[in-house]
């Protein structure tokens, strides 16, 4: 089944506790890119990639790291979280420049930093 | 500044009814336009506009798309409860080099039985 698998799917931490989120996506797409998505500002791109070893920064990067050493992998690292890095994220994939467009998403993880 | 505004941002209406959800944008090298569905989690694709005035139509949603006045629609028809749910509206802008998608917030929309 094609699809985007992110984990963990809920996550509590503390502050300043390093963590990884990890995205794995098995359609062989370039275009990955991390979101969160917080209550009356919508989804906000966090970082995107176009491809392997190749990325760049969203709209609200500040705080969040990512790589991309294989096509089907993208994690989201938080070096050092804090409580305003509480929200929910998702992970999407899609075709660069595929005739279709659109993301498929992943099932999404809450995070809460206390 | 690339953005794209949803309105309303809330609904309340009946089964049976028709709905009509409003997505405007102004984005710089305007690729697309995209209409997602988040239930409980993970938004789901619904639609992709690419040119104007041809409508695309999926059972009881379908979806047109104004490249001059800058718009696209969202037209429910025979709401149902399980239509209720947040529709995202999303655009892809292009310039040299990068490909994003800008999202609007969203609207809420809650089909009464």
């Known amino acids: 089944e094609a699809q985007v698998t992110q984990n963990p799917r809920y996550l509590i931490t503390v502050t300043g506790k390093k963590l990884t989120v990890t995205c794995s996506q098995n359609?062989?797409?370039?275009?990955m890119s991390w979101y969160r998505q917080d209550p009356g500002l919508g989804l906000r791109q966090i970082y995107y990639?176009?491809?392997?070893?190749?990325?760049d920064k969203g709209d609200v990067p500040e705080g969040y790291k990512v790589s991309r050493k294989e096509k089907r992998n993208f994690p989201l690292i938080l070096e050092s979280p804090s409580p305003n890095q509480t929200s929910l994220y998702f992970c999407?994939?899609?075709?660069?420049?595929?005739?279709?467009?659109?993301?498929?998403f992943g099932s999404g993880t809450r995070l809460t930093v206390v | 500044e690339d953005k794209v505004v949803q309105s309303p941002l809330s609904l309340v209406v009946h089964e049976g009814d028709t709905v009509t959800l409003n997505c405007s944008y102004e984005?710089?090298?305007?690729?697309?336009l995209l209409w997602y569905k988040q239930e409980k989690k993970a938004p789901t694709f619904l639609f992709m506009l690419?040119?104007?005035?041809i409508e695309k139509k999926s059972g009881r949603l379908s979806s047109i798309l104004d490249k001059k006045e800058l718009f696209s629609i969202l037209n429910i028809t025979a709401t149902q409860t399980g239509d209720s749910a947040v529709y995202l509206c999303?655009?892809?802008?292009?310039?040299?080099?990068?490909?994003?998608?800008?999202f609007g917030t969203g609207t809420r929309l809650k089909v009464l039985a």
């Open positions: 999303a655009v892809e802008a292009r310039t040299s080099g990068t490909y994003k998608y800008i």
């Open positions: 359609m062989n797409h370039e275009y």
């Open positions: 990639s176009m491809n392997v070893e190749v990325t």
């Open positions: 690419t040119s104007s005035g």
């Open positions: 999407a994939s899609s075709l660069l420049g595929g005739p279709y467009g659109g993301y498929t």
């Open positions: 984005v710089t090298n305007f690729r697309s």
